[in-house]
């Protein structure tokens, strides 16, 4: 049982990649997921989160307006535009416990391994 997040790379400061992540061992459309990022020396924080049904979504404030999460029934994606080298990090998909779905990490109980975003100046 595992997530796999997919799609990360280098990309000059203002383009755009989408992460993908997809379940192994599981039904991915069972659950609501997160997309969460750590970036060098600094805490894990939030990005976005989608519902089951992707009905629901939940994005961090400050990434508002350029990062988008959307879901067919595989596969739960994170499109990121407009990138700024702030925005270097890794980036990890979740499985969520609470439905909808939330923003906090304690609320996720799998996560993927990560895959690492790196944006130039």
């Known amino acids: 049982v595992q997530l796999q997040a997919s799609g990360g790379g280098l990309v000059q400061g203002g383009g755009s990649l989408r992460l993908s992540c997809s379940a192994v061992?599981?039904?991915?459309?069972?659950?609501?997921i997160g997309w969460f990022r750590q970036a060098p020396g600094k805490e894990r924080e939030a990005v976005a989160c989608?519902?089951?049904?992707?009905?629901v979504t939940s994005y961090e404030d400050s990434l508002k307006g350029r990062f988008s999460i959307s879901r067919d029934m595989y596969t739960v994606y994170l499109q990121m535009d407009n990138l700024e080298p702030e925005d270097t990090a890794v980036y990890y998909c979740?499985?969520?416990?609470?439905?909808?779905?939330?923003?906090?990490?304690?609320?996720?109980?799998?996560w993927g391994q990560g895959t690492l975003v790196t944006v130039s100046s």
């Open positions: 061992g599981f039904t991915l459309n069972y659950y609501g």
């Open positions: 979740a499985r969520g416990l609470m439905p909808p779905c939330t923003l906090t990490a304690r609320d996720y109980n799998l």
């Open positions: 989608i519902s089951k049904t992707g009905k």
